[in-house]
């Protein structure tokens, strides 16, 4: 359910609207008595409506309005007041408020006005992002549940200008979530700055993170900008975030606490604005045990966690994704459209994929196109690894309901692919009693009418 946050520095008055809500239309709320505390947990969690009291001592609404805008948290606000002081509700509104009430407005209608606000605030997000993807190819594709819930928690951990940490294994997309995180956030008109951790020599590093002073060493004969002065205002994404060295992480802490860098070789920091975006494919909690990587580090980076599924737990996801690449292969080769033959198909679908996952797929599919001549890719071009290993092992974490739709979902996406796309044929073939009763059930799993 959405999170209702209630800031009132009367705390019987806001428990009691948390408590109204929660009670009237089952939203899920939290209570702020400070608009410090307010901003602090804004920071931290995904609020998705803000009911805000504007005459607090300390910080008062206004101020949580202005630093709501200039700090990029994406959440409607409802301005409540008692003293019926609608010049100060228009001043708020200007600020960016969604709309006001009176406190002395019964609660269902405040209910709704929550209700009308959360709505129309999607709304107005899924409007954004169809305009920014617009012309823009989608880079994670796949409909199965799991990316289904992948791309919703994407849509809701972008808004939110904390750090951070993305988990999975290697070759599952990581770096294709971190991209869609800044493209669906604020920041998307900002820059992309992209760090491989392990792919930079040790004594590179800090000064491509933070930069230096010409002569700050040898061969340093200008100034360099570090990553985080070239990503302030947009996204600074740190894959392997696992592989940097014990110095560099001190730094990096230092920079995430404190919101400023100091270039190798100067003597005065640089403010900088950049939201951190990580990944690793390691168990960084085992590295903690293992002493390799930070405790506080690592509890700074992981305010937000997006686990990117591995292919095996996705694979009705695999002709989508195999026919993706078996397109853009054949374009960026310059040869004729190939096709797959049904069989082959049906060799990816049961393979394991646990070596390197949609990376992996990539790798298979060009190795095939490179070894078809005709415009059939067919059994004899399967690699041998793909013939000889064991079928797909799933997954023991996921519930019995994901394992369930993943395998519902399986059947149907093979069974569609079998008849070639008609629906009819594949209802007989499924058993069901007409084409309608597996559109529905295509409805439901998220699998795409032909």
Same mark, same amino acid.
């Given at each position: 359910?959405?999170?209702?946050?209630?800031?009132?520095?009367?705390?019987?008055?806001?428990?009691?609207? /948390?408590?109204?809500?929660?009670?009237?239309?089952?939203?899920?709320?939290?209570?702020?008595?400070?608009?410090?505390?307010?901003? @602090?947990?804004?920071?931290?969690?995904?609020?998705?409506? #803000?009911?805000?009291?504007?005459?607090?001592?300390?910080?008062?609404?206004?101020?949580?309005?202005?630093?709501?805008?200039?700090? $990029?948290?994406?959440?409607?606000?409802?301005?409540?007041?008692?003293?019926?002081?609608?010049?100060?509700?228009?001043?708020?509104?200007? #600020?960016?408020?969604?709309?006001?009430?009176?406190?002395?407005?019964?609660?269902?209608?405040?209910?709704? @006005?929550?209700?009308? /606000?959360?709505?129309?605030?999607?709304?107005?997000?899924?409007?954004?992002?169809?305009?920014?993807?617009?012309?823009?190819?989608?880079?994670?594709?796949?409909?199965?549940?799991?990316?289904?819930? #992948?791309?919703?928690?994407?849509?809701?951990?972008?808004?939110?200008?904390?750090?951070?940490?993305?988990?999975?294994?290697?070759?599952?997309?990581?770096?294709?979530?971190?991209?869609?995180?800044?493209?669906?956030?604020?920041?998307?008109?900002?820059?992309?700055?992209?760090?491989?951790?392990?792919?930079?020599?040790?004594?590179?590093?800090?000064?491509?993170?933070?930069?230096?002073?010409?002569?700050?060493?040898?061969?340093?004969?200008? &100034?360099?900008?570090?990553?985080?002065?070239?990503?302030?205002?947009?996204?600074?994404?740190?894959?392997?975030?696992?592989?940097?060295? /014990?110095?560099?992480?001190?730094?990096?802490?230092?920079?995430?606490?404190?919101?400023?860098?100091?270039?190798?070789?100067?003597?005065?920091?640089?403010?900088?604005?950049?939201?951190?975006?990580?990944?690793?494919?390691?168990?960084?909690?085992?590295?903690?045990?293992?002493?390799?990587?930070?405790?506080?580090?690592?509890?700074?980076?992981? &305010?937000?966690?997006?686990?990117?599924?591995?292919?095996?737990?996705?694979?009705?996801?695999?002709?989508?994704?195999?026919?993706?690449?078996?397109?853009?292969?054949?374009?960026?080769?310059?040869?004729?459209?190939?096709?797959?033959?049904?069989?082959?198909?049906?060799?990816?679908?049961?393979?394991?994929?646990?070596?390197?996952?949609?990376?992996?797929?990539?790798?298979?599919?060009?190795?095939?196109?490179?070894?078809?001549?005709?415009?059939?890719?067919?059994?004899?071009?399967?690699?041998?690894?793909?013939?000889?290993?064991?079928?797909?092992?799933?997954?023991?974490?996921?519930?019995?309901?994901?394992?369930?739709?993943?395998?519902?979902?399986?059947?149907?996406?093979?069974?569609?692919?079998?008849?070639?796309?008609?629906? $009819?044929?594949?209802?007989?073939?499924? $058993?069901?009693?007409?084409?309608?009763?597996?559109?529905?059930?295509?409805?439901?799993?998220?699998?795409? &009418?032909?």
């Amino acid at each position: 359910m959405p999170l209702v946050l209630v800031v009132d520095d009367v705390r019987t008055l806001a428990e009691q609207y /948390a408590y109204d809500l929660k009670r009237i239309a089952g939203y899920t709320t939290r209570v702020a008595t400070s608009g410090k505390e307010a901003l @602090e947990i804004l920071t931290i969690e995904p609020v998705d409506c #803000l009911i805000l009291d504007l005459e607090m001592p300390g910080i008062d609404g206004f101020e949580v309005l202005r630093r709501v805008k200039k700090d $990029g948290f994406h959440v409607p606000v409802i301005v409540y007041t008692g003293t019926s002081n609608y010049d100060r509700c228009v001043q708020a509104i200007k #600020l960016g408020a969604y709309s006001f009430i009176d406190k002395a407005e019964s609660m269902e209608r405040v209910a709704h @006005e929550v209700g009308n /606000a959360i709505e129309r605030w999607r709304l107005q997000v899924e409007v954004q992002t169809l305009r920014r993807d617009a012309g823009v190819e989608r880079s994670l594709i796949g409909e199965s549940e799991a990316m289904r819930a #992948l791309d919703a928690q994407i849509a809701r951990v972008a808004a939110i200008p904390s750090a951070v940490l993305i988990v999975g294994e290697s070759g599952t997309g990581k770096e294709l979530v971190a991209s869609d995180l800044h493209r669906r956030s604020q920041r998307a008109n900002g820059p992309y700055v992209a760090i491989n951790c392990a792919a930079l020599p040790d004594s590179l590093i800090e000064s491509e993170l933070f930069g230096h002073e010409r002569g700050a060493f040898t061969g340093a004969n200008r &100034t360099h900008h570090g990553a985080f002065e070239r990503a302030s205002g947009g996204t600074l994404f740190l894959d392997e975030i696992g592989e940097l060295p /014990a110095a560099a992480q001190a730094k990096l802490l230092r920079v995430l606490e404190q919101g400023e860098v100091t270039r190798l070789g100067a003597e005065r920091s640089v403010k900088v604005d950049a939201r951190v975006v990580a990944a690793t494919h390691r168990d960084l909690e085992a590295d903690i045990k293992a002493g390799r990587f930070r405790e506080d580090l690592y509890y700074r980076l992981n &305010t937000h966690v997006v686990h990117v599924p591995p292919l095996r737990d996705r694979a009705s996801d695999i002709l989508d994704l195999a026919n993706h690449f078996l397109s853009a292969t054949c374009t960026r080769f310059g040869v004729r459209r190939k096709r797959f033959d049904r069989g082959v198909l049906d060799a990816l679908m049961t393979y394991d994929w646990r070596r390197n996952n949609v990376r992996e797929l990539r790798n298979i599919v060009e190795r095939m196109v490179i070894a078809t001549d005709g415009d059939v890719i067919d059994a004899h071009a399967i690699p041998t690894e793909i013939k000889t290993i064991a079928p797909a092992k799933r997954a023991k974490t996921r519930t019995f309901r994901e394992r369930k739709s993943e395998a519902e979902r399986q059947i149907v996406v093979a069974a569609l692919e079998r008849n070639e796309g008609n629906v $009819g044929r594949t209802a007989s073939e499924l $058993g069901l009693a007409d084409h309608a009763s597996l559109l529905k059930i295509m409805r439901r799993l998220g699998v795409k &009418t032909p």
